[in-house]
């Protein structure tokens, strides 16, 4: 049973225009949430992350908003450039624990 | 400063056979966590290091899979009597508190078994 979707495997995005990558998650435990991006032959790289006492964190092109009622967050990227396209995976944790539960990944290719 | 890095690149190895893996954490880095992905999944936890010691273990997919820590740095990752079904990339992450809330990620070893 996967704790941590992502529902989208792809997602095409013209260059300048918004992303919006989603991810949904099953565990009501789970309080803080990152977003990984990851280009071939590379390990993933820290984007952003939110803790469930926020319901938005921005980091210049990237902000990520929580839904704890639905259970779902998103990454935006506006506007978005062709060195963003890569895989991009959320992850989700209760943090009184140190395990990552992460998701399958959005292959994202921004389009120039 | 230098990053997590992790040997092999690539490894090419017949059913059967054992492998081993390493990874060398970000140096004062207490936490070191080992993942798998296989093709088309999520990132799969396997173990966690805290220091030498191994908390955690429930996600390592059978007896045949083992990892070590020593010096608080380097580990290894073991696969006996390798199964195709091993064939993932093996990701090595490092991260300086123990809730791990930012890893960072080595690139990885692509297991292939043949």
């Known amino acids: ?112 | 400063g230098a990053g997590v890095s992790q040997s092999p690149s690539n490894k090419v190895t017949e059913k059967g056979k054992d492998v081993e893996l390493r990874c060398d954490p970000i140096s004062g880095h207490t936490a070191l966590y080992w993942y798998r992905q296989s093709l088309g999944q999520g990132l799969e936890f396997l173990i966690y290091f805290q220091g030498n010691s191994a908390p955690d273990k429930s996600g390592l997919p059978s007896d045949r899979f083992s990892a070590e820590r020593t010096g608080g740095s380097v580990s290894t990752l073991t696969i006996q009597r390798t199964q195709q079904e091993d064939s993932a990339v093996y990701l090595c992450a490092s991260s300086s508190d123990r809730e791990g809330y930012e890893q960072y990620f080595g690139p990885g070893t692509r297991l292939t078994v043949t």
Request: glycine residues 6%.
């Open chain 1, 1 to 112: 049973d996967q704790q941590v979707k992502q529902n989208s495997p792809s997602l095409s995005v013209q260059e300048g225009r918004i992303s919006i990558l989603n991810c949904d998650y099953t565990n009501s435990m789970f309080d803080y949430f990152l977003w990984y991006k990851k280009y071939p032959a590379e390990g993933p790289t820290f984007l952003i992350s939110i803790s469930s006492i926020k319901d938005k964190n921005e980091d210049g092109r990237f902000t990520v908003f929580l839904n704890k009622s639905a259970k779902h967050l998103s990454l935006h990227i506006v506007p978005s450039q062709p060195g963003d396209s890569a895989v991009y995976f959320c992850a989700a944790s209760d943090s009184g624990t140190y395990k990552y539960i992460f998701g399958t990944g959005t292959r994202l290719k921004v389009l120039a």
